[in-house]
């Protein structure tokens, strides 16, 4: 039967073998045509060896193990065997059996009452025992006489050789042997399509699939597989595929795919930054005498990385087109003072500037370091809170309106329909990625098409930078303020606190304040985890120092309690400050020189270190001490450097981008096979392909290709 091959976009009901129940299943999870079938790609191989018989089992022992027995050759092997211990060789190896089920029982083990489900498999060479613990509807799934086909660790148990929770599927009565490959890939489960059916689907749809057209330029598909090959490899692995780069998701046919989705991300970027390109900015008119206005307004002469930094922002606003651009820069690097000024600059001539940042406690604290950088100018700066009184915010909202507040500070309340602003200019966004994509358009749509300039809170790795921030320039602040010492930085166990307390008291002598962060508790987290909560804390502190003013702020108090208890700590009235991760950002308070935090290891290393940013903003030397019990090694990344960038990559490595930027980071790009961490030497090469083929001009059908990827990853419209 020759039948002609389907385009992608065919629908999956084409496929035989697809009842209404199974094709309403794919349907329920969005694989509706060949396309998204194909690529939703096994998460998981097993690699199971080669099918065995049951008579040839044997638990690898003291003697050379033979070559068909081993499925993962330990590199060891054919080097003389020296140095393998004879428990070496007793470890379980993965065996992949098929047999029929001769005897079948369930009970209950009689010390840890677990129910216990045992099978006795036969295939004519000999017998073996199956084991299952705590999995009680098995003995509804099986019965004797159904043919299965296991896998699982091969062990010795009391009573001879078992596989013990094996994997396994139920092969129909007259259906073939199949040709066990050597990796099993897994798919997530779909109502009634099981791993099974969903391979054979996966086949069939392989074999039938038209090869679809080479989107990608030559220079990045070279050395790849063409699409449909690399999807084979990857539904179907060879037996000779290297299992360690299948399961990081590294061989040439993952890179193929990457390739296409992180080709039509970096394209679609190029677009739209065409697209602005285009745009005609608002260009600031600077003079002599501007300069000469905002050099009177810096306390500090300027580092010279904010020097270049601003300079390139200058630049920017006045080129005649929009400016979009990340300022970068590890904590304490002086970002503030870079924004300030460029909000100086837009307001100095006649135009308005808005600084968002994510929480009230760093909107007052701009807000008021702002009015300090102006001291006379004070009255131009406008601070706009969700939490405002009705009076108070009709105030505010009527001098954003006219035009009387230049400098416009303040948090989400900024994105409601009720603020106009006269002549918006420039937008700063402080610790950007708290901001949704969607409240950054709402904030545009209100000044036409101001300025923008976001400032990342955690210096991430430039790819990321790209891959979360789209079409954004960059400037980078490489360089900290002159004087800063190293803080430094201590793990102890939790026996060990005492240490961390006596550093406390210490510093308190000394006149300094102090910084205890507990871990906000998530309350299903509770009796599941011991954790100390922030009340325990409280109660603790209270306990080491019964002559200290201490204050405690965390996520669940109103605002005013909050700027109120905070005001007290930054007075210096109060001497500790045991707070949340609420004080994670931003805070700048140069007296407090220690900071202690409990629980490190519930912490993401960035969040570690942007915690420890919040000490060391003096003239005296500072401490960061951290208290946990575990993934010490995790945290002696922080014992063991300072740069931020560094910490975030190994963040990310370990993390993941969508943990590394919170799980509510919305506009971070949904790819399939892509990953960004992983990923991110290609993503780079991506963008610069991008660029070439944007100038060499983009066909109508490359622009349909372009469009149903975007659509299909859920990336931003490309206009
Ligand atoms: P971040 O980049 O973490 O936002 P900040 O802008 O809060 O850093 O600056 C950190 C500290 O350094 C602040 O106390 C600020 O006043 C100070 N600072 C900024 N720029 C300079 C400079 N050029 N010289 C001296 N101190 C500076
Ligand atoms: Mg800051």
């Not at 499925?71 to 379980?92: I, K, Q």
């Not at 990559?649 to 971070?668: I, M, S, T, Y």
Request: glycine share 10%; hydrophobic share 40%.
């Amino acid at each position: 039967m020759s039948l002609a091959p389907l385009p992608l976009s065919t629908k999956v009901t084409v496929l035989r073998g697809l009842g209404p129940a199974r094709a309403s299943a794919l349907q329920e999870a969005g694989l509706d045509t060949l396309r998204d079938l194909l690529w939703s790609l096994p998460y998981r191989y097993v690699d199971r060896g080669s099918l065995r018989t049951l008579g040839s089992l044997e638990l690898r022992g003291f003697e050379e193990p033979d070559e068909g027995f081993g499925l993962r050759p330990s590199p060891s092997w054919g080097a003389g065997g020296g140095g393998r211990s004879p428990s070496d060789g007793m470890e379980s190896s993965i065996v992949t059996v098929l047999g029929t089920i001769q005897d079948l029982r369930q009970s209950t083990t009689r010390v840890q009452r677990m129910a216990l489900t045992e099978v006795l498999l036969a295939d004519g060479t000999g017998t073996l025992r199956l084991v299952w613990f705590n999995q009680p509807y098995l003995g509804r799934t099986l019965k004797v006489g159904d043919r299965l086909l296991a896998f699982g660790p091969l062990t010795m148990g009391r009573q001879g050789l078992e596989l013990r929770s094996p994997q396994f599927e139920l092969m129909g009565r007259g259906e073939e042997t199949p040709w066990v490959r050597r990796f099993l890939p897994l798919y997530r489960k779909l109502g009634p399509l099981t791993g099974r059916v969903r391979q054979r689907l996966v086949t069939e749809a392989l074999g039938r699939a038209h090869p679809p057209e080479e989107w990608l330029p030559l220079d990045l598909s070279k050395d790849l597989p063409d699409t449909l090959t690399a999807l084979r490899l990857l539904h179907e692995p060879p037996d000779e595929s290297d299992a360690r780069a299948l399961e990081t998701g590294t061989t040439p046919a993952h890179r193929r795919l990457a390739a296409e989705e992180l080709f039509a991300f970096a394209l679609g970027v190029a677009l739209r930054r065409a697209g602005r390109l285009k745009r005609r900015g608002l260009v600031v008119p600077t003079s002599p005498d501007l300069r000469e206005r905002l050099k009177a307004y810096l306390p500090f002469k300027l580092t010279g990385a904010q020097r270049r930094a601003f300079k390139e922002i200058v630049d920017d606003v006045t080129s005649g087109r929009v400016m979009n651009r990340l300022l970068q820069g590890d904590v304490g690097s002086g970002k503030t003072l870079v924004a300030f000024l460029s909000l100086a600059m837009v307001a100095e001539t006649g135009g308005q500037g808005a600084l968002l940042v994510p929480t009230e406690v760093l909107a007052r604290q701009h807000a008021a370091s702002f009015q300090r950088l102006l001291g006379p100018e004070a009255g131009a700066m406008q601070l706009l809170l969700g939490g405002m009184k009705a009076a108070e915010k009709r105030a505010a909202l009527a001098r954003i309106a006219s035009g009387e507040a230049r400098y416009v500070v303040g948090t989400h309340a900024l994105f409601q329909e009720s603020v106009a602003f006269h002549r918006l200019q420039l937008v700063v966004v402080d610790e950007q990625h708290r901001f949704g994509v969607k409240q950054r358009e709402a904030l545009k749509e209100k000044g036409g098409d101001p300025h923008w300039l976001v400032m990342s809170a955690t210096p991430i790795p430039r790819s990321l930078a790209l891959a979360v921030f789209g079409d954004l320039d960059q400037s980078v602040l490489d360089e900290l303020p002159p004087g800063r010492q190293p803080i430094t930085t201590k793990l102890h166990r939790p026996e060990a606190a005492e240490r961390a307390w006596e550093q406390v008291r210490r510093e308190l002598a000394e006149g300094r304040q102090a910084f205890v962060v507990s871990p906000s508790i998530d309350p299903s987290d509770e009796g599941k985890v011991q954790l100390r909560d922030i009340q325990a804390m409280e109660a603790l502190l209270r306990g080491i120092f019964p002559d200290e003013a201490i204050e405690v702020v965390h996520g669940r108090l109103k605002a005013d309690e909050m700027a109120v208890r905070m005001g007290r700590f930054v007075a210096g009235a109060a001497k500790i400050l045991l707070a949340t991760t609420v004080i994670e950002v931003g805070v700048d308070v140069p007296n407090a020189t220690v900071m202690v935090v409990d629980h490190a290891e519930r912490f993401g290393l960035s969040q570690l270190h942007q915690l420890r940013g919040r000490v060391g903003r003096g003239a005296h030397r500072s401490h960061f001490h951290m208290i946990s019990g575990s993934e010490t090694e995790r945290l002696q990344t922080l014992v063991e450097t300072q740069d931020g960038f560094r910490i975030a990559q190994k963040d990310l490595e370990l993390r993941g981008p969508g943990e590394f930027f919170g799980v509510r980071q919305a506009g971070l790009p949904q790819f399939q096979v892509a990953d960004l961490v992983r990923d991110r030497a290609l993503l780079l090469r991506c963008r610069e392909a991008a660029d070439r083929a944007l100038a060499l001009g983009l066909s109508e059908r490359q622009m349909d290709w372009l469009r149903r990827e975007q659509a299909r990853l859920r990336l931003a419209d490309v206009s």
